[in-house]
């Protein structure tokens, strides 16, 4: 059996579609959240490689599990992310949620309808959220917006993905009530472009994540941290614009990724709206009536 290490595929945090751990974040908390990172990028890495037999790869996780509790030294980014957890008290149950959705990536290839998917989304998406909000110290009052924004980006990526992950891991993520509904087969992921009624398929969905991401809107203000909840705010802008791009193009035959100009100019944009909700937010701090 190979190692972890060995089922890396060389994506690094620079090569994701959203910042992670950027220079807005203070370099207190980078440390812990790129440990985090490298911990969850192997197990995503394992599960996506497509020469491992699924036995191999359940395997390959339940090791990575055991460096992360201490049951074993074996794999060195599960013995970084456990250093890293205990200088902060931190438990590790967002990890191992995390490794439940990867191992749910080996064993299950099909969602019945939009519910199954934002449970995968439970374990998938969310806990990244929550563990860099845990960093911070942040309340769990902020776990709800954050958990709507995490489901956002899970599913933009499954739909920017959508064709790669069927070809590659026979994986559909869209729900298959809404491809039967549309008289879609999920063989129809495999065309080189989508055909109208999948395009329709993939248009409500984004519509479905654009109403996820309205109801993230206010995350970045509720965040105490100023330079995370700028860096939620970009993030905010950054899946917005991919929400508007799905609704228009066919991810099976263009590109619906964010190119080095634009991620800069929506990052700007980013900025821009963090910044003015959060002064709106002190200001309101500031000029909350007082009790008589």
Not at 41 to 64: F, G, N, S, V
Not at 84 to 90: C, D, G, Q, T
Not at 141 to 146: D, F, L, R, S
Request: charged fraction near 25%; include cysteine; proline fraction near 5%.
């Amino acid at each position: 059996m190979i190692t972890a290490a060995e089922a890396r595929s060389g994506k690094g945090h620079r090569d994701e579609n959203f910042p992670v751990a950027s220079r807005l974040i203070h370099p207190r908390h980078r440390g812990a959240i790129l440990a985090f990172y490298e911990f969850v990028r192997t197990a995503d890495d394992i599960a996506d490689r497509p020469a491992l037999p699924p036995q191999e790869k359940l395997d390959l996780m339940d090791r990575l599990e055991a460096s992360l509790l201490g049951k074993s030294d074996a794999d060195p980014v599960g013995v970084t992310l456990r250093s890293e957890l205990a200088a902060r008290a931190l438990s590790p149950r967002h990890a191992q949620d995390l490794l439940t959705a990867f191992r749910m990536d080996v064993t299950k290839l099909r969602y019945r309808d939009w519910d199954d998917l934002i449970g995968y989304c439970t374990y998938s998406a969310m806990p990244v959220g929550r563990f860099v909000l845990d960093v911070h110290g942040e309340s769990h009052a902020t776990w709800p917006a954050n958990d709507a924004l995490c489901a956002a980006l899970q599913v933009i990526n499954h739909l920017q993905d959508c064709a790669k992950d069927y070809g590659a891991l026979d994986r559909v993520y869209i729900p298959l009530d809404t491809l039967a509904e549309a008289g879609v087969g999920v063989e129809a992921l495999g065309a080189a472009r989508a055909s109208p009624a999948l395009l329709d398929v993939i248009r409500k969905l984004a519509r479905r994540t654009g109403t996820l991401l309205q109801a993230s809107r206010p995350f970045s203000a509720s965040i105490a941290d100023t330079r995370l909840a700028l860096e939620v705010a970009v993030i905010q802008t950054y899946a917005e614009r991919l929400v508007d791009l799905l609704s228009r193009r066919d991810p099976l035959s263009e590109r619906v990724h964010l190119g080095k100009a634009a991620v800069a100019g929506f990052g700007l944009l980013g900025l821009g709206w963090g910044a003015t909700h959060r002064v709106g937010r002190i200001f309101a701090a500031d000029h909350k009536p007082q009790d008589a």
